[in-house]
């Protein structure tokens, strides 16, 4: 394995005592910890990653909080708002594990609201019927554990431990999605036609959750060299097929794709290709609803502020500092 | 301190009577009401918890983590605080 520090140029590599530790960790499934040397590469590419992860559970709130007013029951309503809640809390365990890598909140928030920083694809599909709660739910969370369970055991220490915390919650935000389409397939006919319907439209963006084709994947060989990811975006995605096809058929739906069989010899189900073009472009902010997202993650934002600056205000004052000593916020992008 | 970056917190919980305040991760608050508040929220949504401890991660001093660092270097070579490091006999019970 090769971990050179190539940042730091041709004649002042890294100290070979301490990258020699640092590959010693690996080698033996150690995690690195915060405070533990590591090459800049290294480190570049956990923040990339771990910011990525953590704008999208926050951006992720978006399509499904847009059904909290009009969720057909109490009972769903407390079910939605839970399921919510638990993303924006899995977006704090993130940034947190992402600060430890030297960034700020401030900065994290900064580069996603300037877009220097991406989150998931799917996010910005529109959640256009209340099926697309359930399909959420079953398909999207479901894709997300199939990428995160194995993360528990990626080797950086704080990543893993905020990737266990989420995947102790994410079954049920697969399950109550599953049961809400059981619910729905069991009503009328309408109804059953509204969870194919949702079916139809996130199958394919599902499976473009697990990123490009491994040959087009460059980063991944590194990526897994380093035990930051353990397993290949191919090989995730078939995970997830193979888990899913089974659930299609209780729930009676039809998994839009002509050539999904089951291939007896691979042991593994075939199944047909994205449209690979349609993921770069949602990636390149082109997708349906990347602007609203961004626009309204903006807005949320610069909302808080006077929540943030009074907390300030309060907490200077109740110490004895003056409440002079609080800046304005600064609230990059806003036109207000 | 500016309103934009509030202090940054560790969070200890204590999952149930009986055991130790455990480390669960860290949060920003403007002060230390708000950040046990916070810690409720983020992290005992479900019952993981009857007690939190919160704490200016500024105000931790750690050892630095590195296993060749030489502060841990004492307890490295002292096997005899081991109880395995004592042949007795196999018959004599309760020891
Ligand atoms: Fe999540
Ligand atoms: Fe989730």
Not at chain 1, 290 to 309: I, K, M, P, Y
Request: glycine share 8%.
């Amino acid at each position: 394995m090769t971990a050179v520090d190539t940042d730091a140029g041709p004649d002042t590599g890294p100290d070979p005592a301490l990258l020699a530790q640092f590959e010693r960790v690996l080698a033996r499934s150690d995690r690195i910890e915060p405070r533990d040397w590591m090459p800049e590469r290294y480190r570049a590419t956990l923040v990339r990653q771990v910011a990525q992860h953590a704008h999208s559970e926050i951006i992720g709130m978006q399509p499904e909080g847009s059904w909290l007013t009009r969720a057909p029951s109490l009972r769903r309503k407390a079910i939605l708002l839970a399921k919510v809640q638990d993303e924006a809390g899995h977006g704090l365990y993130l940034y947190s594990a992402c600060e430890t890598l030297g960034v700020s909140r401030e900065e994290l928030t900064l580069r996603l609201l300037e877009g220097r920083q991406k989150y998931s694809s799917i996010f910005n599909y529109p959640t256009l019927s209340y099926a697309d709660v359930g399909t959420i739910g079953w398909l999207v969370d479901g894709a997300a554990i199939c990428n995160q369970v194995p993360l528990c055991r990626t080797s950086y220490g704080p990543y893993g431990r905020a990737m266990v915390r989420i995947c102790k919650e994410e079954s049920f935000h697969q399950r109550q999605g599953f049961e809400l389409l059981m619910t729905m397939r069991s009503g009328t006919e309408a109804q059953r036609a509204m969870v194919q319907e949702s079916v139809d439209r996130f199958w394919w963006p599902s499976l473009m959750m697990f990123g490009p084709p491994d040959a087009e994947s460059p980063n991944t060989a590194q990526s897994m060299a380093w035990g930051i990811k353990r397993n290949t975006n191919d090989e995730l995605r078939q995970r997830f097929v193979d888990m899913t096809v089974p659930q299609a058929q209780a729930l009676g739906v039809t998994l839009p794709d002509p050539d999904l069989r089951w291939n007896e010899e691979r042991g593994h189900h075939d199944f047909g290709q994205p449209d690979w073009e349609e993921l770069a472009q949602v990636v390149r902010g082109n997708g349906p609803c990347n602007a609203q997202r961004l626009a309204h993650r903006q807005r949320a934002h610069d909302d808080g502020a006077w929540v943030r600056e009074a907390a300030t205000a309060f907490a200077a004052r109740r110490s004895g500092e003056p409440s002079l000593s609080v800046e304005p916020v600064e609230t990059p992008g806003a036109d207000r | 301190m500016s309103a934009g970056e509030w202090p940054l917190y560790e969070v200890f919980v204590r999952g149930k009577r009986g055991l130790n305040h455990v480390h669960v991760g860290s949060l920003h608050a403007a002060d230390d009401e708000m950040a046990v508040h916070h810690a409720r929220d983020v992290y005992t949504r479900r019952n993981e918890g009857v007690s939190i401890w919160v704490v200016r991660a500024d105000a931790i001093t750690a050892s630095s983590p590195d296993e060749k660092d030489p502060l841990f270097a004492p307890a490295g070579d002292k096997v005899y605080r081991h109880p395995t490091f004592y042949s007795v006999p196999d018959d004599v019970p309760h020891l």
